[in-house]
Every structure is written in C-alpha cells, then in structure tokens.
C-alpha cells in the first residue's frame, strides 16, 4: 500500500492499514476516503458546466432496470434556497451553498409514457417501486458527490428537507409521483472552518463473511469507536457523548424526526400508496 493510502486509511480507520491487501494507490478512491460532510461555503459562484458535470457523473450511476425513474431539481435562487433552509430546520448551510440539488424519484415521466399508451402500470403502487426510485436517486447522488470532491468542491446531503415534505413539495411544485428523497448542497468549503474526516466503525463490525455473526468482541470495539468519536469532536471544540449514545439518542423519541414522522401520509399523498 502506497503511503498516500495508508495514511487515508489511518485518518479513516483512526487504526493501521492492513500490511497487504489490494488497497490500489487510485485517485478514485482517495477522493471517496477523504470524504467528508461540508457545512461552511465560500460566497463563490462555481464554475460555468459545474451543475451539467455533476448531473452527468450521476446519470453514470448504475439505474434499476434502466427505468431511470429519479430527476434532480437544481435551486439556486437565494430567496428560495433561505425557505428551503428554513423548512430544513433553518441549516444554514442550505442559504450558503451556491447550489442546492434536490434529487427526486420520479415515476411521472413513466406514468405520462403509460398514459399516452393507455397502459395502467399496475407495479407502481408497490413498495417496491417507491424504493426503487429512492435507491436510483441516492446511488446517483453519491455520483455527483465523488464527482463534486474530485472537482475540490464540497458537499452535504440534506435528510431534513423530508421534515415538512408537504412544504417541500409546493415549494418546488412538484407534481404527484414525484418524491425529495433528499437535498445536497454544494460550494467551496469555506477553509477557515475546515471539515476533518470522521472515523468510522471498524470494518470487523461491518463486514460478515458467508453467513451473517455478531462479533464475539462487538462491544469492546464499539467502546472503541466511541472513544475515537469523542476524541474526533474534542479535536474539533466540540462535546460528543459518543457514537452509541449519539445514535440511540438520534432513534429514542418521535420527537426527533421533527415532522418526518408523517412522512408515510405525505408520501402516499405524493401518489405512492406504498403497497
Ligand atoms: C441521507 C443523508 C441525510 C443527511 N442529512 C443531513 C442533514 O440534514 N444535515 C446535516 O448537517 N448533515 C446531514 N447528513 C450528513 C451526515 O450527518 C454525515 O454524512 C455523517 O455524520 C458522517 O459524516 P461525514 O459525511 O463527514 O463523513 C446526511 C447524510 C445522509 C447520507
């Protein structure tokens, strides 16, 4: 493994690269070991064709039965990105951002093909479908999202534009069978308030050979990880309890989905009666 690499793995891992393995020296995956979520954009436009590259590195992604059943709405009016931050629980980083994608499963572009064949299309109303058009949209999403890093552009997804989806959805007039699955700014990072790599769960957690088994020693790695993580935001002057405190604490209480709890009756109002 190349220095470069062992060093990406170090910084991702917090542990040492294996000694051997086919960790290729590849600039793909440096850029995909050094991501990391941005939340300070530099007041600068992005160069002209940006948004037709981006859109490009994500139609490049693989597409359930190329249904291509996903479409992205580009926003880049101030006024409009400010109400999005708001109905986003006021991020701030969605106003900053030069460029807020929202990337959409969308299955109205089929339906009106069915309706000028006078086909009904019978599978849609399947759950199915719904999540077919959710991974479609996410998998060309982390496109761009590579695309954009590997450009030194930075990036976050936004889940919270599914707290008032309803809002959402008469903001950006989108029809029926059409579903934010979620935002994702776009910027320079702003290089006074510096995003650093955040460790991940060690792959002996994550990785289960042949049939599924709980690590014998799961609990001690998490400690681990835990302290890691605390270490990780201490680096940066902030308080973490954690990752295991963070994460049950982010899944204790309905109150914590700030309105995603609705979210089924949205969608099924949306035209997605999820069967
Ligand atoms: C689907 C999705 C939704 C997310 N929503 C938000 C969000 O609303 N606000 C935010 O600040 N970060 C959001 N994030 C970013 C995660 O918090 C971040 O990816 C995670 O903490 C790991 O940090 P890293 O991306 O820097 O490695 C989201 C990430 C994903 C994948």
Known sequence: MSATNSRLWQQRYRDHAPEQGAFAADEVIATLLEHRSVRAYLDRPLPAGTLETLLAAAQSAASSSNLQVWSLLAVEDPQRKARLAELANGQAHIRQAPLFLVWLA?????????????????ALPYLDSFLMGAIDAALAAQNAVT??????????????LRNNLQAVVDELRLPPLVYPV????VGYPDADKPAQVKPRLPQSLILHRETYAVHPEEQ???????????EFYAEQGQQSPGWSRQSLERLRTVAILHGRERLAAAVKAQGFPLR
């Open 106 to 122: 969308d299955f109205s572009r089929i339906q009106r093909q069915a309706e000028r064949h006078d086909i009904d299309l019978q």
């Open 147 to 160: 695309a954009a890093e590997s450009l030194g552009l930075g990036t976050v997804y936004i889940g919270a």
């Open 182 to 185: 979620f935002g994702l700014c």
């Open 220 to 230: 001690r790695l998490i400690d681990d990880y835990d302290r890691t993580l605390i």
